[in-house]
């Protein structure tokens, strides 16, 4: 099945060259010289078509697609930090290994992303990984030095 959507990208902002974009996730100390919590803006991008890729015959690549699609068989729904971290974080490490033919893969940062965020302040513990977050709501991409 189709959708049209429309995504939101971060807007090019000349002030980039100068100073890497960045958003800060904690409360501003009163006194900064500059209080800006960030400096992106986002735009709607013209809409496109997403395609349901579930149940599709074709084989997408890494290098012909940019992605792939993987099955994880043993994974279960975890509901604790230990079984994220002794069981569902090694599998996932052991896809991609073998997916993507790596020697080697260091996750540095995991998060539960819900729909639905529990979390009822503007303030949220970033250093709990178990508090839920929302998805993404922009476009965006992994981190690059």
């Known amino acids: 099945m189709n959708e049209t959507v429309q995504f939101s990208y971060l807007r090019w902002q000349d002030e980039y060259l100068i100073e890497k974009p960045y958003q800060v996730f904690i409360p501003l100390p009163k006194g900064v010289p ?71 893969i260091v996750p540095f940062d995991w998060r539960i992303r819900k729909s639905v965020s529990p979390v009822k302040s503007e303030v949220i513990n970033l250093n709990d990984n178990m508090i839920p977050l929302l998805p993404a709501r922009h476009v965006h991409i992994g981190n690059r030095s």
């Open 34 to 104: 500059e209080e800006r919590a960030t400096n992106l803006k986002f735009a709607l991008g013209e809409k496109e078509t997403v395609k349901d890729i579930r149940g599709t015959d074709i084989k997408f690549t890494l290098n012909e697609h940019g992605f792939t699609t993987s099955v994880l068989d043993n994974a279960s729904h975890t509901s604790s930090e230990t079984e994220i971290t002794t069981s569902y974080i090694p599998e996932i490490c052991e896809l991609v290994k073998k997916t993507a033919n790596a020697d080697s």
